[in-house]
């Protein structure tokens, strides 16, 4: 049974930092391009980054790069974000992706 499971979310102060993980199941995870996105309370969905199958390439959406980085495990089939610097148009849902579904997701909270 595929499922990702995402965690490491929470509440943080602006400028903080959190890693993300999410643990993959059920399918062959390094035979796929992963990729975060997120929701922020009242919006669609906006995609984060990605990571390619063998993990040689990256990319990220511009509200996130610099302070965003996305990697993989393949070993232990995991997926991260590592994010540094956060702001508070960070607070979101954040939800692990591969190209036929999603995880639960996790929340992030950037307040004072």
């Known amino acids: 049974q595929v499922r990702l499971v995402e965690s490491g979310g929470g509440l943080v102060q602006p400028g903080g930092s959190l890693r993300l993980s999410c643990a993959c199941y059920?399918?062959?995870?390094?035979?796929?391009?992963m990729s975060w996105v997120r929701q922020a309370p009242g919006k669609g969905l906006e995609w984060v980054s990605l990571i390619t199958s063998g993990g040689g390439r990256t990319n990220y959406a511009d509200s996130v790069k610099g302070r965003f980085t996305i990697s993989r495990d393949f070993a232990k089939k995991m997926l991260y974000l590592q994010m540094n610097s956060l702001k508070p148009d960070d607070t979101a849902v954040y939800y692990c992706?591969?190209?036929?579904?999603r995880g639960q997701g996790t929340q992030v909270t950037v307040s004072s």
């Open positions: 992706t591969w190209p036929h579904g």
């Open positions: 059920g399918f062959d995870f390094g035979s796929y391009t």
